[in-house]
């Protein structure tokens, strides 16, 4: 190479000094004439490439095609980096610029196969990454189809909460921002409407069950025809029988030839499931089926046994010594935390406190998550919907101030810390009669959990501050009754009796505990003990039959017949998901109405409506209505009471189209109602003896003229109309006299004025016209007056010229107080007010005429 570039070198500057003298010699020139060429070459390679230049459509074909080539090569061990997956530009220019460099483990196993448009059930601990696994594979689908808006739903992703699904939309749109394709959060408690209108152009649709199915039965646009890939998030959860209606009906829906990925952290492998959702061939990935154990590695675990009557103080103590942490507490109700939220916010433990539970509005919901994820140091008060998904940043504690349900929902829990290489701190707080059975369950799931002990000297009491709190406000105490009855509720639903007794509870102590001077009466309870009693006899803590049998004779008591083994089963089953009762109803309902409503309006259901009204026929007083009330809580057709109960599908709560729960009106809203409808309210009717009708509110105007003697007004109930109707003409004949002799008066008024007018006119214009004479003559000595008038008029004069140097008023008015034009009896004489005036020359009489003829003569 070198050899040959020496050789050719001589050859260039003899050429050049032999052949163009000239040129060489004009450097310029020399330049001119190469630009010239240049630019010329430089046209014509611009024009060939613009007519070979392909349409960015087929570009972007020809590089997805190269990328599905290499879709099969993909070999996960190898995958180190994201970029090392055959993704598109646009995809990983996104996840580089939200810091996402190198895959997680469920997402460098599951994404070939998702890419490769396999179905794919994929699991993995809790904080793993396991949104990208799916995210990723969503945003390359629609990109191989070369998606467009006009192509209408694309990929749907279903998440069991509002929060969940709007966390995953913010991350979608964090990754995704370099494509071109429109997402949507679809989820309750927002403007229907505008979802309606904007909802058949999105290509992503990131949702809640029951408010996707609402779209897909009233949105008349809206279809999922062209779907090529389902998600769902939490997927046990979802396919659980808290959205199993909701569930089916919206796959129904589905094209059978779309992609499906299952990702939880408790991923189910039940068959039944996924026969449900006619996957085919899937691939299971379990990252961590074989590790040690099922929680993160960074987590650490501990429970303590606690009496019921002690949490309250235990929580109060915990804050108190954890003032600059960051901490979610879950709770099995929303009353509880309603209730527990309100007091701790007025006992002031020194760190904010949050509470978000499926009863708040979703505006306020949204403001406590966001809250929560910008805050350094607070606590989180948390039904279960915060149990699931929920990425807060640096939760250092997690405390189950409740039993979770089962080991799942505890290890959902536990997972909003220690997440994603962090390190994290879980405690549990169990009742004695828990621990036996939660422990095992624990250990059963591979869950490393120590017992620690409580301090009973650093408990500080609280119930004293409770007690004093709940005295002063109706509410509060009322609140607190709710707290009490819908704890022992959820206790009583739980479908775990070996760990769940609700019959071992200190109810006493526990309502005190809450500041109530007494347990508030649970007739549930009582009834249930009962039947208990009678119909079972044997060990009072309960075998897992129990509450089968309990609820099984509950129902049939209450609805008055035999049980059918199907509503048995579906009672059974629907005891599945007592603690996130709160999930399902947000779902049903859309959570519109206020915090406030909630409180007092109970979370009745469809059982639990049934259930009141036929105790209540029990002959019951009001009061035991509103326990009632308070009982029922649980809004799933608990003991399959309601119409059709006898059939599974029906029942389920999650069929929110089906069975609506009747929404409590507000005052404001029934106002509004009635004025819409036009309502004359308060009127009230009433009828002579003749039967004719008798207004009598809004009160009859009375007449403004008096009845005549002897006919005064009899009042409502006898009015004589022959006499009303002479009143009334003799009422408008005394009106039309009023205005006649008014019209006339105003008349006369206006002609006075103009003449007013006119005459102060006239008076300017003389007095202009004297003055101006003035200036230039002197008054007429010869001019002939009667003596008496010249007198009078010289008097005049002279009291004028004096009084006019001190005040205006006086020239308009004689001492009398009468205008001066009255008197001026000179005017007509051509002569008139301060024109007629005489000089005051200060001299005599005789001295002024002298004066006169002197000036005469000169
Ligand atoms: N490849 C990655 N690189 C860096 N961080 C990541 C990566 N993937 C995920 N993360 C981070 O890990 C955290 C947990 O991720 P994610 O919420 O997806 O977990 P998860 O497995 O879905 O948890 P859960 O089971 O609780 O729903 C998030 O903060 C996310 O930003």
Same mark, same amino acid.
């Given at each position: 190479?070198t050899?040959?570039t020496?050789?050719?070198?001589?050859?260039?500057?003899?050429?050049?000094?032999?052949g163009?003298?000239?040129?060489?010699?004009?450097?310029v020139?020399?330049?001119?004439?190469w630009?010239?060429?240049?630019?010329?070459?430089?046209?014509?390679?611009?024009?060939e490439k613009?007519?070979?230049?392909?349409?960015?459509?087929?570009?972007?074909?020809?590089?997805?095609?190269?990328?599905?080539?290499?879709?099969?090569?993909?070999?996960?061990?190898?995958?180190?980096?994201?970029?090392?997956?055959?993704?598109?530009?646009?995809?990983l220019?996104?996840?580089?610029?939200?810091?996402?460099?190198?895959?997680?483990?469920?997402?460098?196993q599951?994404?070939?196969?998702?890419?490769?448009?396999?179905?794919?059930?994929g699991?993995?601990?809790?904080?793993?990454g396991?949104?990208?696994?799916?995210l990723?594979?969503v945003?390359?689908?629609?990109?191989?189809?070369?998606?467009?808006?006009?192509?209408?739903l694309?990929?749907?992703?279903?998440?069991?909460?509002r929060?969940?699904?709007?966390q995953?939309?913010?991350?979608?749109?964090k990754?995704?921002?370099?494509?071109?394709?429109?997402?949507?959060?679809?989820?309750?408690?927002?403007?229907?409407?505008?979802?309606?209108e904007?909802?058949?152009?999105?290509?992503?649709?990131?949702?809640?069950?029951?408010?996707?199915?609402?779209?897909?039965?009233?949105?008349s646009?809206?279809?999922?025809?062209?779907?090529?890939?389902?998600?769902?998030?939490?997927?046990?959860?979802?396919?659980?029988m808290?959205?199993?209606?909701?569930?089916?009906?919206?796959?129904?829906?589905?094209?059978?030839?779309?992609?499906?990925?299952?990702?939880?952290?408790?991923?189910t492998?039940?068959?039944?499931?996924?026969?449900?959702?006619?996957?085919?061939?899937?691939?299971?990935v379990?990252?961590h089926?074989k590790?040690?154990? %099922?929680?993160p590695a960074t987590l650490?675990?501990?429970?303590?046994?606690?009496?019921?009557?002690?949490?309250v103080?235990?929580?109060?103590?915990?804050?108190?010594?954890?003032?600059?942490?960051?901490?979610?507490?879950?709770?099995?109700?929303?009353?509880?935390?309603?209730?527990?939220?309100?007091?701790?916010?007025?006992?002031?433990?020194?760190?904010?406190?949050?509470?978000?539970?499926?009863?708040?509005?979703?505006?306020?919901?949204?403001?406590?998550?966001?809250?929560?994820?910008?805050?350094?140091?607070a606590?989180?008060?948390?039904?279960?919907i915060?149990?699931?998904?929920?990425?807060?940043?640096?939760?250092?504690?997690?405390l189950?101030?409740?039993?979770?349900?089962d080991a799942?929902?505890?290890?959902?829990?536990?997972g909003?810390?220690?997440?994603?290489?962090?390190?994290?701190?879980a405690?549990?707080?169990?009742?004695? %009669?828990?621990?036996?059975?939660?422990i095992?369950q624990?250990?059963e799931?591979?869950?490393?959990?120590?017992?620690?002990?409580?301090n009973?000297e650093?408990?500080?009491?609280?119930?004293?501050?409770?007690?004093?709190?709940?005295?002063?406000?109706?509410?509060?105490?009322?609140?607190?009754?709710?707290?009490?009855?819908?704890?022992?509720?959820?206790?009583y639903?739980?479908?775990?009796?070996?760990?769940f007794?609700?019959?071992?509870?200190?109810?006493?102590?526990?309502?005190a505990?809450?500041?109530l001077?007494?347990?508030?009466?649970?007739?549930?309870?009582?009834?249930?003990?009962?039947?208990r009693?009678?119909?079972?006899?044997?060990?009072?803590?309960?075998q897992?039959?129990d509450?089968?049998?309990?609820?099984?004779?509950?129902?049939?008591?209450?609805?008055?017949?035999?049980?059918?083994?199907?509503?048995?089963?579906?009672?059974t089953?629907?005891?599945?998901?007592?603690s996130?009762?709160?999930?399902?109803?947000?779902?049903?309902?859309?959570?519109?109405?206020?915090?406030e409503?909630?409180?007092?309006?109970?979370?009745?259901g469809?059982?639990?409506?049934?259930?009141?009204?036929t105790?209540?026929?029990?002959?019951?007083?009001?009061?035991?209505?509103?326990?009632?009330?308070?009982?029922?809580?649980?809004?799933r057709?608990?003991?399959?009471?309601?119409?059709?109960?006898?059939?599974d599908?029906?029942?389920?709560?999650?069929?929110?189209k089906?069975?609506k729960?009747?929404?409590?009106?507000?005052?404001?809203?029934?106002?509004?109602?009635?004025?819409?409808?036009?309502?004359?309210?308060?009127?009230?009717?009433?009828f002579?003896?003749?039967?004719?009708?008798?207004?009598?509110?809004?009160?009859?105007?009375?007449?403004?003229?008096?009845?005549?003697?002897?006919?005064?007004?009899?009042?409502?109930?006898?009015?004589?109309?022959?006499e009303?109707?002479?009143?009334?003409?003799?009422?408008?004949?005394?009106?039309?006299?009023?205005?006649?002799?008014?019209?006339?008066?105003?008349?006369?008024?206006?002609?006075?004025?103009?003449?007013?007018?006119?005459?102060?006119?006239?008076s300017k214009?003389?007095k +202009?016209?004297?003055?101006?004479?003035?200036?230039?003559?002197?008054?007429?000595?010869?001019?002939?007056?009667?003596?008496e008038? +010249?007198?009078?008029?010289?008097?005049?004069?002279?009291?004028?010229?004096?009084?006019?140097?001190?005040?205006?008023?006086?020239?308009?008015?004689?001492?009398?107080g009468?205008?001066?034009?009255?008197?001026?009896?000179?005017?007509?004489?051509?002569?008139?007010?301060?024109?007629?005036?005489?000089?005051?020359?200060?001299?005599?009489l005789?001295?002024?005429?002298?004066?006169?003829?002197h000036?005469?003569?000169?």
């Amino acid at each position: 190479m070198t050899g040959e570039t020496q050789g050719k070198q001589p050859t260039v500057p003899s050429k050049k000094k032999t052949g163009n003298k000239n040129n060489t010699q004009d450097p310029v020139k020399n330049f001119e004439k190469w630009k010239k060429k240049y630019d010329k070459t430089k046209v014509r390679v611009k024009h060939e490439k613009k007519k070979n230049k392909k349409p960015a459509w087929q570009i972007e074909r020809e590089q997805i095609k190269r990328l599905v080539d290499k879709y099969s090569e993909i070999n996960p061990k190898d995958a180190v980096k994201l970029s090392d997956f055959p993704l598109s530009k646009k995809t990983l220019n996104g996840l580089l610029a939200a810091q996402y460099r190198q895959p997680t483990e469920i997402q460098r196993q599951t994404i070939p196969f998702a890419l490769q448009g396999k179905d794919v059930l994929g699991a993995a601990k809790t904080g793993s990454g396991k949104t990208l696994a799916f995210l990723i594979p969503v945003l390359e689908c629609l990109y191989r189809q070369q998606w467009t808006a006009e192509d209408g739903l694309g990929a749907l992703i279903i998440s069991p909460t509002r929060e969940l699904a709007y966390q995953t939309f913010e991350v979608l749109r964090k990754v995704g921002k370099n494509h071109e394709f429109s997402a949507g959060l679809i989820i309750g408690g927002k403007d229907l409407k505008n979802e309606s209108e904007r909802i058949h152009r999105t290509n992503i649709i990131i949702c809640t069950p029951g408010r996707l199915l609402q779209h897909m039965d009233e949105t008349s646009t809206f279809h999922a025809s062209n779907l090529h890939i389902l998600v769902l998030d939490e997927a046990d959860r979802i396919l659980d029988m808290g959205f199993a209606d909701t569930m089916n009906a919206i796959v129904e829906n589905l094209p059978k030839t779309r992609q499906t990925l299952l990702f939880s952290a408790t991923q189910t492998k039940s068959v039944k499931d996924l026969a449900r959702l006619s996957l085919k061939d899937p691939e299971y990935v379990w990252v961590h089926e074989k590790s040690k154990f %099922s929680t993160p590695a960074t987590l650490e675990q501990n429970y303590v046994v606690c009496e019921l009557q002690q949490k309250v103080d235990m929580l109060f103590s915990f804050m108190k010594s954890h003032l600059q942490r960051k901490v979610i507490v879950f709770f099995a109700c929303c009353k509880e935390v309603q209730y527990l939220f309100r007091v701790f916010c007025r006992l002031r433990p020194g760190i904010p406190v949050l509470a978000l539970h499926g009863k708040q509005q979703q505006m306020k919901r949204m403001e406590v998550y966001n809250d929560f994820i910008r805050k350094k140091a607070a606590v989180l008060f948390a039904t279960d919907i915060a149990a699931r998904g929920l990425d807060f940043p640096a939760v250092s504690w997690v405390l189950q101030f409740d039993c979770p349900e089962d080991a799942n929902t505890y290890i959902h829990r536990v997972g909003r810390t220690a997440r994603y290489k962090e390190g994290g701190e879980a405690l549990l707080v169990l009742l004695p %009669s828990e621990e036996k059975g939660m422990i095992a369950q624990l250990q059963e799931r591979k869950v490393p959990i120590n017992k620690i002990q409580v301090n009973p000297e650093k408990l500080s009491s609280v119930q004293q501050k409770l007690e004093a709190f709940l005295a002063q406000e109706k509410e509060q105490k009322e609140r607190a009754q709710r707290c009490f009855v819908s704890y022992l509720r959820s206790v009583y639903l739980m479908k775990n009796k070996g760990v769940f007794d609700v019959f071992q509870l200190p109810l006493e102590q526990y309502a005190a505990s809450l500041g109530l001077a007494v347990a508030p009466r649970v007739r549930f309870l009582n009834r249930a003990r009962k039947l208990r009693e009678t119909d079972e006899p044997g060990p009072a803590s309960g075998q897992g039959n129990d509450s089968d049998q309990e609820l099984q004779s509950f129902r049939a008591q209450v609805r008055g017949e035999k049980h059918a083994p199907a509503a048995r089963a579906r009672a059974t089953k629907s005891q599945d998901e007592p603690s996130s009762e709160e999930e399902e109803e947000e779902e049903q309902s859309g959570s519109e109405e206020e915090e406030e409503s909630n409180d007092s309006d109970g979370e009745e259901g469809t059982a639990s409506l049934t259930t009141g009204l036929t105790l209540a026929s029990d002959g019951s007083e009001d009061e035991e209505l509103r326990d009632l009330d308070l009982l029922t809580v649980k809004r799933r057709d608990v003991f399959g009471l309601e119409d059709g109960g006898e059939d599974d599908e029906e029942g389920d709560l999650e069929s929110d189209k089906v069975k609506k729960k009747p929404e409590k009106e507000s005052k404001f809203k029934e106002a509004k109602k009635a004025l819409k409808r036009n309502f004359k309210v308060n009127t009230k009717m009433t009828f002579t003896e003749d039967g004719e009708m008798v207004q009598q509110w809004p009160p009859l105007q009375r007449t403004a003229t008096a009845a005549p003697a002897g006919q005064e007004d009899e009042g409502t109930s006898g009015i004589n109309v022959e006499e009303a109707r002479e009143r009334l003409r003799r009422e408008d004949q005394e009106f039309d006299k009023h205005e006649y002799s008014r019209k006339v008066k105003e008349k006369h008024r206006e002609k006075r004025l103009k003449e007013k007018a006119a005459r102060r006119e006239a008076s300017k214009r003389q007095k +202009e016209e004297q003055k101006r004479e003035s200036r230039y003559t002197l008054p007429d000595p010869d001019k002939k007056v009667d003596s008496e008038a +010249e007198d009078q008029n010289r008097e005049d004069s002279w009291k004028g010229a004096r009084k006019r140097s001190y005040s205006d008023s006086s020239s308009e008015f004689d001492p009398e107080g009468h205008p001066a034009g009255g008197k001026r009896t000179r005017k007509e004489g051509g002569t008139t007010g301060t024109g007629s005036q005489p000089l005051d020359t200060g001299l005599s009489l005789a001295e002024d005429e002298e004066l006169v003829l002197h000036l005469l003569r000169n």
